[in-house]
Every structure is written in C-alpha cells, then in structure tokens.
C-alpha cells in the first residue's frame, strides 16, 4: 500500500473520530456496495430500483408490464420480475453485511421503459404474443409530455398496487433469506414522490401486509422501516401529516430542486452560464443548495416531521449528498445521514468531520471545550 493511500486511510479515521452525521451511498449494484463501503459508506442511503430492469429479459417483462392493460396480465408480467428482484435485493443485502439499505421503490419516467422504434414494438409482440398494433396503442396511450411530472414515483403504484407488492414481497423474502443464512439485514423501504399524506398511507399499508405474510410463510422475524422520499414542496409542507407514516424522511433533492425552482433537471444546461454571470444562481443548483430555497424547504419538512415523530431519521441522497457545502448545511440542519455515489463518499466524510469541528459539535471538539471550561472553572475557584 502506498504512503499516500496510507495518508488517505488516516484522514478518514480522523474524520470518522469527528463526524457526527453519517455517510452513505447511492447504489444500485453490490459492486458499487462493495467501492462504497470500502470508502467508508455506513451503509445505502439510496437504490433505485429502476435501474434494475434494463437488462437481459428482464427489460421484455418490464415493458409488458407497463405495456399491460389489466391486472391479470401484470400480474403475469410481474412474477417474472419478482425471482431477478429477489436476487438483487439478497446481493445487495449481502454485501452490505448488516448496514441498513434504503431501497425506493419503482420510480421511473414511464417513456424510459416503452419500445419506442417499430424494431423494439415487434421484437416485443412476438416475444410476448401481443399483436404489435395493441402494443402501439399502449404506447400512443401511456405517452407523456411532460414525463418528469407524470406517471412516475408513487403515482405508479397508486395506478398498480400490484408493482409495490412484487417489489416489497421481493425485498421481504431476500430478507427472510439473510435471517435463513445468519447474515443480518436492515431494510427501510423508501416510497418515491409523495405529496400527499394519503399516497404514502396506501404504500405503507401494503408494504406491513406483505412484511407479515413474508415472516408467516418463511418463519423468520426481521426488522424493517418503511419512510418516504420527501422530494416535491407539498410533501415538505405538510411534512407533519406525512410523518405519521414514515419512519424516516429522505430529501431527494434532485427533484425537489426541479420542482422548488421549475426547472427542468434535465435542461438547464442552455441558461445555466447566464444566471451565474448575472448573480441569479451563484452556483449550479442542482450541485449545490446554496441560495436555492430549497434549503428552507427542508427545513420547514424537519421541523414538521420532527413535531409529528420527535427522532425521525433524516437523511438525503440527492445528487447534494455528496457536495461539501450542502454537507455542512445538512449537518446543521441535525440530519443523520448524507447519501451519495460511491466516489463521493471520501469527500463527504471529509465535509461532514470539517461541519462538525466548525461547528463545535465534533466529539473530539466536544472533549476538548469540556477540558477548557473544567480548566477555566478551577481558575475561577482559586
Ligand atoms: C432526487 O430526486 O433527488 C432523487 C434522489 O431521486 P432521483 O434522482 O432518482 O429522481
Ligand atoms: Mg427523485
């Protein structure tokens, strides 16, 4: 091992020693688990589950899911889906060998999944055995113009019930699995997109139902928590209803930035340049929420989850997660966790230990005020 490497490995001790908030990442792979948790990841702040379904038939299923026009054939489509999510939540579990790992549900822009070129729509009809002009009418039908704002996060399950309940009976039974092989397992299953109370309250609802049948059918026992991304404004203001069914709140700041300033994610590469020449931006707002507002969003969502659930775990694993001056701010903010990707981890670690020295609140620190103030009150006794 170099010196360097070794020099690297001591700083982050030290930041450890500091730190009081903790670090994890956004990963969807237990590749990216294993990188990230050799730099340090307490555990996985983000999955995205979406990423999972692109590749190999598992992309065919997914497309004749969504493709679907009834339940029944969902249902069909969605028991093939459920042995490949299985095995990725059980790889994932497994390689995070006990941290917790905050899986989100499905949350895709629907058009990311449709076949959209004549090839993909009758490559599809003969695999599946739908004739290709109903494929093309599904797709006419499901077709957005604003997909960022459509059918997408918990809106999706709310339409089909039946997607939550695959993916909650495919994370319980990786679970049941990790009891069955003595490895120890903390999920905290994440509900995308909630604006209303009564979107996460339907989740949640089938997310415990299918928990208790897992543990029943299995005979195993597991603990899990079930929380919600807080991530449009209306989820942030009325943060104190929707704590009463959270366990724990992530900011995903990505789109509450989007949606906070009403702007696309995707296309503000054409103005970014002139707002920061012209001081409206004073910098990137999706990599920093310096001057964005969206700060005070989260603030007010703490404040009201806070009232409603004293102790509710926070966190963030917006791309912000990983910038050091959104670090320091969340550090303020009492959060207990920033998630990022794996490479951001170490920079992270470092602005989470420096916010909590700067800010007196570092346990290091804390010693060392508690020596002043004994010191400074025996000399005043003498
Ligand atoms: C977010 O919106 O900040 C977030 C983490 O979710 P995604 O980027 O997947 O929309
Ligand atoms: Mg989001």
Request: glycine share 8%; aromatic share 8%; hydrophobic share 40%.
């Amino acid at each position: 091992k170099t010196e360097k490497f070794q020099n690297f490995v001591q700083l982050m001790e030290w930041c450890s020693k500091a730190t009081k908030m903790g670090v994890r990442t956004n990963a969807d792979t237990p590749e990216q688990v294993k990188n990230a948790v050799a730099f340090g990841a307490e555990g996985i702040g983000l999955t995205r589950t979406e990423h999972m379904f692109f590749e190999g038939d598992r992309i065919d299923a997914m497309r004749e899911m969504i493709l679907a026009d009834n339940e029944v054939n969902r249902r069909k489509a969605l028991k093939k889906l459920l042995p490949h999510q299985r095995k990725d939540f059980f790889g994932i579990f497994k390689a995070l060998d006990g941290k917790p790992a905050t899986i989100r549900l499905l949350d895709p822009p629907l058009h990311e999944f449709l076949p959209h070129t004549k090839e993909q729509q009758l490559d599809l009809a003969n695999k599946i055995g739908i004739p290709v002009e109903t494929i093309m009418q599904r797709v006419h039908d499901l077709h957005e113009f604003n997909p960022m704002l459509g059918h997408r996060g918990c809106r999706l399950a709310i339409s089909y019930p039946e997607i939550a309940e695959m993916q909650a009976q495919a994370i319980f039974e990786a679970a049941a699995q990790c009891v069955k092989k003595n490895i120890p397992v903390h999920p905290e299953v994440m509900v995308p997109l909630v604006g209303y109370a009564r979107e996460l309250q339907l989740q949640v609802e089938i997310i415990h139902r299918v928990a208790a049948e897992v543990k029943e059918a299995k005979g195993v026992e597991f603990d899990y928590l079930v929380g919600t991304m807080i991530e449009v404004p209306r989820g942030a203001v009325t943060a104190d209803e929707i704590a009463e069914y959270a366990q724990f709140f992530s900011f995903g700041t990505n789109d509450l930035t989007q949606t906070a300033l009403g702007v696309s994610r995707d296309d503000m590469g054409s103005f970014l340049n002139s707002y920061t020449e012209n001081d409206i931006y004073p910098k990137n707002p999706f990599a920093s929420l310096d001057a964005t507002g969206v700060g005070q969003l989260m603030e007010i969502a703490a404040a009201k989850g806070r009232a409603t659930r004293p102790g509710i775990k926070l966190g963030i694993c917006g791309e912000h997660g990983g910038d050091p001056s959104s670090v320091t701010f969340c550090h303020k903010l009492g959060l207990n966790y920033v998630s990022c990707s794996p490479y951001r981890v170490p920079v992270a670690r470092l602005a989470a230990a420096q916010a909590a020295i700067n800010s007196g609140d570092a346990p290091v620190a804390k010693k060392a005020t508690k020596k002043k103030t004994a010191k400074k009150a025996a000399r005043k006794a003498k």
